[in-house]
């Protein structure tokens, strides 16, 4: 039984990971993964030299035993947030003559099938085999890597049977993320004590004596069980689901759109299919995330003004890229719905304007207070507001009317490739690429000045004409609807 | 009001529907009646200009549908889920199509309190967006989505399907009085022979794409259509 589940798991994980994409996504795809994969690789190979450098006084191996713990606490704290559970792929089955335990055990089971459970392998083995192998011999190395792999099994059933409990109780998410935090918090802020410390009593005495590496196994294995009997008690659909239990959703309105008229409604709607699913939220949230990013740049005076355009065009404008690539596919699901309603594309059209506008004036309100690195800075931000406003939402809707894939809204936003093609690839370029074409020629022949102005002026001529490009963007919509439409219906 | 000419649609070399000739006159009640596969909701997104024909046309009113959007002012439809927006509430998504017409809040909820019966309390003031309504309700949305935009046109494909025994009547009810008595033109398809004999003065019975039988609802036109779709049952093996 376990092996045709398991079948059936590979065949969903192919089917889900492949179709519909076309060869160059898959390669770009295997080669991010791979890219990431030799990182933590390499960092793994190179964990003793990293070692020595960043504690050059410790002995490697104590700043080794060190870090697991630590290493271990924020894997947690990944968990929490990323790792997804296994739940209803074991739907279909439950109907079937299959006994509970044979689906609980499979559901356990997949759950270790993940991306997590492979990062402590490869970032701590290899330190393992070279330095503690060598130094220690056959015996500790063996408990270590135990060990290790008791603790990741221990965070990949905790974090699952946390989040299972939230989804009935929000408020156990929150408590046991505060507790996270008030964890981390009591070691780097307040000194409390040293997680490092506890890591290395534990680690340091497991080279001496090899029996402690029972306290992890016990732990994970508790921990299994623990996990075993709560979903063999609970496998009813709604209990295992990962849809939270719904509170009442009242009817929200923006009494300022509705200035704006039938283009006010559209945006409106448009606001609410952002906060009220998981991924475009997550679209704006890494916006706001987005708005520290000056702080890398500004810091530091080896970054000129060349680089401030990149970052004030990133921070005004990051929503605009993050949720703009992925356009009309969001509302993909209930596109023949607004093809057939009484709605004029310009409108429609005009909605996206709207909405781009607002939420980049609040992100360049928000970076106002770079003007403590100088006002100039706050400068740059403005001249690569109206860059956005201007250039890069009509670039985004040009390339949005050549976009036909579909994107389930409800699924969250990491590692989700859906809705990903060639569009997503293209329209990096002319966004990154055609401020650099006006400002560059300017500032290379030392008029850098005479640069900004023409970015600024570029970006209101192109507000200016805005419906003149909305008149373009709809008579190139009205020969692609057709295609565009069909892609949405594709599931 | 719908006239069909010449209309032709292909998908990977097989036929889906080949109408060569239609004509749907004002105020007439359509039914429309197939197996699976049959082209009953290509015909229909085809009416909406939601696919492209390979060749043909299908005029509304006397204007091509194709690339227009005056037909959009008199016709209503509601075809999947897909014609929801699933994340607002029903509230939210009423008033938005009501908006789309111009009509103001007031006179929404007064099309709504007119639908209460149909609505039989599952709809209004649930607290719940469109995407955790199960089908049946969803179905109910979009009827009354319908009615809200005062359509001279209203395209149903299979509403009969997931709504429960009480609503079907309601709508049967609902489909008659807008026929009959506001003479607006219904075009519905569904599985359910009774109901759709029931509901609709003509009957259109399509196969594989084409239309083969176009015949005006009488006593005999259950029988007549049972007689098609009963599959002889076959002798048990020995």
Not at chain 1, 189 to 210: A, D, E, M
Not at chain 1, 227 to 234: H, I, T
Not at chain 1, 263 to 273: C, P, Q, R, S, Y
Not at chain 1, 348 to 371: C, D, G, H, N, R
Request: with cysteine; proline share 3%.
């Amino acid at each position: 039984m376990i092996t045709t589940f398991l079948g059936h798991e590979l065949k969903a994980f192919w089917r889900s990971k492949n179709t519909g994409k076309s060869i160059a996504i898959r390669v770009v795809m295997a080669l991010l993964i791979l890219y990431l994969f030799g990182c933590i690789l390499l960092a793994g190979l190179f964990l003793n030299e990293i070692l020595g450098q960043v504690f050059p006084h410790d002995d490697i191996v104590v700043s080794f035993c060190g870090i697991i713990l630590l290493y271990f606490l924020f894997d947690l704290m990944m968990r929490m947030q990323l790792q997804e559970l296994p739940t209803l792929r074991v739907q279909p089955y439950l109907h079937l003559p299959i006994k509970r335990n044979t689906v609980v055990g499979y559901l356990a089971f997949t759950a270790m099938l993940s991306v997590f459970n492979l990062w402590p392998i490869i970032l701590f083995v290899p330190f393992i085999l070279k330095v503690i192998l060598t130094d220690s011999g056959a015996l500790p190395a063996l408990v270590f890597i135990l060990a290790i792999i008791g603790f990741m099994l221990f965070n990949n059933y905790m974090a699952l049977f946390i989040k299972r409990k939230a989804n009935l109780n929000g408020w156990v998410f929150l408590v046991f993320a505060a507790a996270l935090i008030l964890i981390i918090t009591g070691d780097f802020r307040f000194h409390l004590y040293s997680v490092r410390n506890i890591s290395y009593l534990y680690f340091g005495h497991l080279l001496t004596k090899p029996v402690l590496v029972l306290l992890p196994v016990v732990l994970a294995a508790t921990m299994y069980y623990i996990n075993f009997a709560y979903l063999k008690q609970n496998l009813y659909l709604e209990e295992l689901s990962s849809r939270k239990a719904s509170a009442y959703k009242s009817s929200t309105e923006f009494p300022l759109l509705n200035r704006f008229g039938k283009v006010g409604d559209l945006a409106a709607n448009e606001l609410k299919l952002i906060f009220r699913n998981k991924r475009p939220r997550s679209a704006l949230v890494m916006g706001l995330f987005f708005m520290f990013y000056g702080l890398i740049f500004y810091t530091n005076s080896h970054y000129g003004q060349t680089w401030y355009i990149f970052v004030g065009m990133f921070m005004t404008g990051i929503f605009i890229i993050s949720y703009g690539q992925f356009m009309y596919s969001w509302q993909g699901a209930h596109f023949d719905g607004l093809l057939v309603s009484k709605i004029n594309f310009r409108d429609f059209l005009k909605a996206k304007y709207l909405l781009f506008t607002m939420v980049s004036t609040v992100a360049f309100i928000l970076t106002t207070p770079y003007a403590y690195f100088g006002w100039r800075i706050v400068l740059v931000h403005f001249v690569m507001y109206l860059w956005n406003i201007g250039v890069n939402t009509t670039i985004v809707l040009f390339f949005a009317n050549r976009n036909a894939k579909r994107i389930d809204l409800s699924k969250g936003a990491s590692f989700n490739w859906e809705g990903v093609g060639a569009t997503q690839m293209l329209i990096s370029f002319p966004l990154m690429i055609t401020p650099y074409i006006i400002y560059l020629p300017f500032s290379l022949f030392k008029h850098a000045d005479v640069g900004l102005a023409m970015l600024a002026g570029t970006g209101i001529i192109f507000i200016l004409t805005r419906d003149f490009w909305v008149k373009k963007l709809e008579e190139d919509f009205i020969q692609k609807r057709y295609t565009v439409a069909e892609g949405f219906r594709n599931k | 009001m719908i006239e069909v000419r010449n209309l032709k649609k292909v998908y990977n070399g097989i036929t889906v529907v080949d109408v060569p000739a239609l004509q749907i006159n004002k105020g007439e009640s359509v039914g429309l009646v197939g197996n699976n596969g049959a082209g009953k909701t290509t015909l229909f997104r085809m009416v909406l200009d939601l696919i492209r024909a390979e060749s043909g046309e299908i005029l509304s009113n006397d204007e091509t549908v194709a690339g227009h959007e005056k037909w959009k002012d008199y016709t209503a439809a509601y075809l999947d889920e897909g014609f929801l927006i699933d994340y607002l509430t029903p509230e939210e998504y009423f008033y938005f199509i009501g908006g789309l017409h111009s009509h103001n809040r007031t006179y929404v909820d007064e099309v709504l309190v007119g639908l209460t019966d149909f609505f039989n309390g599952e709809i209004l003031k649930k607290g719940k967006y469109i995407r955790d309504l199960s089908k049946g309700n969803q179905c109910k949305v979009g009827v009354a989505a319908c009615l809200l935009q005062e359509p001279q046109l209203l395209m149903l494909d299979e509403p009969f399907a997931n709504i429960d025994p009480s609503t079907q009547f309601r709508l049967k009810n609902l489909l008659k009085d807008l026929n009959r008595n506001k003479g607006v033109t219904t075009i519905v398809s569904s599985h359910d022979l009774n109901h759709i004999t029931d509901v609709c003065d003509r009957i259109l019975l399509m196969e594989k794409g084409v239309i083969i039988k176009d015949i005006a609802t009488s006593s005999s036109t259950l029988n007549e259509l049972e007689a098609y779709f009963g599959v002889e049952v076959a002798p048990p093996a020995h």
